[in-house]
């Protein structure tokens, strides 16, 4: 399955972003931006996105960015959640359980990693195009 979604145009900054949806207790969240991370080895979540959705809590972690500082660091839990990812067109991914840093805090975005989810698409973009899509393995 192939999902186009345009390149935002941020000046120098070059993000790839598509629309995803998750598993909650009783149905599927509301439709959300996230940033789709080729460097992100696992996916992370805010608190007001996670805190809906049907995960399973497997355990408690650290995150921290590419400054080695002790005050840098953020703690997480990890949990095991569904989710798809669609675009405007109506495509959308099957339905994939993915483990994921879940944020104690509503201070960072949604990224998707490859850790269980990135591992099973196949990501391309044309900058000169602003074009991108997925393809599903």
């Not at 805010?46 to 500082?69: C, E, H, M, N």
């Amino acid at each position: 399955m192939e999902l186009l979604r345009r390149l935002p145009d941020f000046g120098g900054l070059l993000r790839l972003v598509g629309t995803v949806r998750f598993k909650t207790k009783d149905d599927w969240s509301e439709a959300r931006d996230a940033i789709i991370d080729t460097g992100a080895h696992t996916s992370i979540l805010p608190l007001s996105v996670w805190g809906t959705l049907d995960a399973q809590i497997l355990g408690d972690y650290f995150v921290r960015g590419l400054v080695p500082k002790k005050e840098c660091i953020m703690k997480v839990r990890i949990g095991s959640i569904t989710g798809v990812i669609m675009d405007e067109l109506g495509n959308i991914t099957p339905e994939t359980k993915f483990r994921s840093y879940l944020a104690p805090t509503d201070e960072v975005p949604i990224v998707l990693g490859f850790k269980d989810l990135l591992e099973k698409f196949t990501v391309h973009f044309d900058f000169s195009r602003r074009t991108a899509y997925i393809e599903y393995k």
